[in-house]
């Protein structure tokens, strides 16, 4: 290809240059005067001048950041394309006027034991008291004092006793942004944060470089200059992404943390604290809600052993969140592994959180305040080591609750194994979507108000699942909803439980020995739980007053089905005015220990004989499909079924066909299903009505 020269002249060359732009097939001959050339050479981002900035904006659109750049401006060399080569012409250019983009501008900052070295962007070796942008104290103390408007800060090397500190002029520098990149940095401080934001007008960005390890740690005794601890500690909004890895050990109290915003986009996040592991007073947010590459590079490991694992504390109008979107978190903690003062959000992701001895605890004093609650519950933990919860806000005496505590789930893989409740709402629980698999020595969800499982109504049983495979309650709230999912309780007190004793909720710690939330339920005598729709199959493992299904109020199914193996299969508040109403619309099968208004329901079939713990049950209808199959979970002498059962017969033992839905598989190998059709068992004795 031909090209006519573009000459170059005015203010911005010291003698005449000639570039080539093609233009198509041919090219295009300008002659253009200094300000023209501006408006379209190396004006990369359109100011109207030829600075830093231009660099600026050239470097991080070609390591893929966010940037606003002039295409036309930043093809010096004319190729049609944007690269290093463009970013070296646009260098000398800047020469040329003198003004360097990495003269006395730190770029990079390598600590050693006793001394760090500063570079600008060329690889040239800044001395501490010529850099314009940081400033340097006691060999190792590196204080970044201007925005990230000339590139991005790399950091790397091993210090024992070293501090990378933010601190901008939020007044000159109100929208600030700084830009870490972390490349392979080991750093250390037995007497204050080794990382920590004073002040930045918008947010410190941490960059975990791909293929890096970084490794944070703190002493075990020491205040920093907010009054507080943590390895990573931010007094303004933080993000932390990358696809590195990122080590961080609170040895004083917390790991990371920010007085404001928390965001953990990306990264391999590797938290290990005496307190708290991870906390963000307005929010904590894990996920990218716009990453268009997914989650697959996101994990975040916490350990603690003495607070809880992730939480957000803020107690202002919208803050005071936690929300996951997807990654790979898991959590080993003390106390709570989430915690939200006013809400948390599951959108997706895999969790995992195990908390203090797990579901494995059978009471004794855990160094709390010696309480065990008021629901029959004697293996209570005296301090709060739920899996997941939402606190919510209560009044100054820590009884009464004002607002908040919502817990939403909509999606991911959640597996609890809880001292305390796996999942626990002071206002309101929706469990929408995803899988939980619960075991815990107390409940294994509890709302002091509302509980809804399911957001439609109908034969919808693999929106929600939520298995709870040892628990004291499985589900338990003032008012319990299920429109659809599934739901399998494996418990020692009550399946479904609207209503009870106090649960001893929040525990927060200060005066209420249960802490915020320990009011239990709101309002005496205000009970209901309905079935609309979905699959509940519960078993009941202690023998006396231990309820399959119960409420204080009443109880209405108008759909779904439902299996209840408890000494008393439903219970429901009659001397208070509740109400017992089932739907031919329904499918419900109870045992008969107790014969509890049975009677009075529509089409219901009653068998004989007995039925061993573990042996598979079968109801099958006239058409010779099976309406429901389940394994036994514990002895029965007699089964009855009621509802759209018409013609129906029960069978034990026997094979289910290779058409047949199960409930939920990942709990249990083929424990409940619907569909297909059953191949030979033993037909009931047991006469029916219809």
């Not at 590139?151 to 520098?173: F, H, M, N, P, W």
């Not at 960059?207 to 303004?236: E, F």
């Not at 399946?495 to 915020?516: E, K, L, T, Y």
Request: proline letters at 2%.
């Amino acid at each position: 290809m031909t090209g006519i020269p573009l000459i170059l002249k005015g203010r911005y060359t010291m003698k005449k240059t000639r570039i080539l732009i093609p233009f198509g097939a041919a090219a295009l001959a300008l002659s253009v005067s200094g300000a023209a050339f501006a408006a379209v050479t190396g004006d990369v981002n359109r100011n109207g001048k030829l600075d830093i900035a231009d660099a600026v904006s050239l470097v991080k659109y070609l390591i893929a950041e966010p940037a606003d750049i002039d295409g036309a401006a930043a093809d010096l060399s004319g190729d049609g394309k944007i690269n290093a080569i463009d970013l070296a012409l646009l260098k000398r250019l800047l020469l040329a006027e003198g003004s360097s983009p990495s003269e006395g501008y730190v770029t990079q900052i390598t600590y050693a034991a006793d001394s760090v070295t500063l570079k600008d962007a060329d690889g040239n070796v800044i001395a501490p008291d010529k850099a314009e942008n940081v400033r340097v104290e006691n060999g190792t103390v590196v204080t970044v004092t201007k925005p990230t408007d000339a590139g991005e800060i790399s950091a790397d090397g091993e210090c024992s006793q070293g501090q990378l500190r933010i601190d901008v002029d939020k007044t000159a520098y109100p929208d600030a942004q700084v830009a870490v990149s972390l490349r392979g940095l080991t750093l250390a401080n037995s007497s204050d944060s080794p990382i920590y934001a004073a002040s930045v007008g918008d947010e410190l960005v941490l960059t975990v470089k791909k293929d890096t390890v970084n490794t944070i740690s703190d002493g075990t005794s020491y205040q920093n200059a907010d009054g507080s601890a943590g390895a990573i500690y931010s007094c303004d909004d933080l993000k932390i992404k990358g696809k590195g890895t990122l080590i961080v050990n609170g040895n004083c109290e917390d790991g990371i943390v920010s007085k404001d915003d928390l965001k953990l986009w990306n990264g391999d996040i590797q938290v290990t604290a005496a307190d708290d592991g991870i906390r963000g007073k307005d929010s904590v947010r894990i996920g990218d809600p716009d990453a268009a590459e997914g989650y697959d590079s996101l994990s975040v490991n916490v350990k603690t052993t003495g607070g809880d694992g992730i939480k957000s504390t803020g107690t202002d109008e919208g803050k005071g969140f936690v929300r996951i979107n997807g990654g790979t978190v898991t959590i080993d903690s003390y106390l709570d592994g989430i915690s939200g003062e006013q809400s948390v959000e599951i959108n997706g992701g895999t969790i995992d959180i195990h908390t203090y001895q797990g579901a494995s605890y059978s009471g004794g004093n855990q160094g709390g305040y010696g309480f065990g609650g008021g629901d029959g519950n004697k293996n209570k933990t005296d301090v709060s080591a739920k899996g997941i919860k939402a606190v919510g806000l209560y009044d100054t005496d820590g009884t009464t609750w004002k607002s908040g505590g919502n817990l939403y789930i909509n999606g991911g893989t959640i597996t609890i194994d809880s001292s305390d409740d796996c999942l626990h709402g002071g206002g309101d629980l929706f469990l929408y979507g995803g899988s939980m698999m619960l075991q815990t020595s107390d409940d294994g969800v509890h709302s002091d108000h509302s509980l809804t499982v399911g957001e439609t109504a109908g034969t919808i049983y693999d929106n929600v699942q939520i298995i709870v495979t040892k628990g004291y309650e499985g589900l338990e709230a003032q008012h319990i909803i299920q429109n659809s999912g599934t739901v399998i309780a494996h418990v020692t007190d009550d399946g479904f439980n609207a209503g009870g004793g106090n649960d001893g909720s929040g525990n927060q710690g200060g005066f209420n020995p249960w802490g915020g939330g320990g009011g239990g339920f709101s309002s005496g005598g205000d009970y209901s739980l309905t079935f609309n729709g979905g699959f509940a199959l519960v078993d009941v493992e202690n023998s006396g007053d231990h309820d399959g299904i119960d409420s204080n109020g009443s109880i209405t199914v108008t759909g779904g089905i439902i299996i209840t193996n408890g000494n008393q299969p439903f219970d429901y508040g009659a001397e208070s005015g509740g109400k017992l109403s089932f739907s031919n619309n329904a499918v419900w099968i109870e045992n008969s220990r107790t014969s509890h208004y049975m009677e009075t329901q529509p089409n219901y079939t009653v068998t004989g004989g007995s039925t061993a713990q573990g042996q598979r049950i079968s109801l099958v209808g006239s058409d010779g499909k099976v309406i429901v199959s389940f394994i036994a979970g514990k002895q029965v002498t007699v089964l009855r079924a009621g509802g759209n059962v018409s013609g129906a017969k029960f069978y034990t033992g026997g094979t289910l066909s290779a058409d047949t839905t199960y409930f939920q598989t990942a709990y249990s190998d083929q424990l409940a299903a619907y569909g297909g059709t059953l191949s030979g068992g033993t037909a009931s004795s047991g006469s029916g009505k219809n």
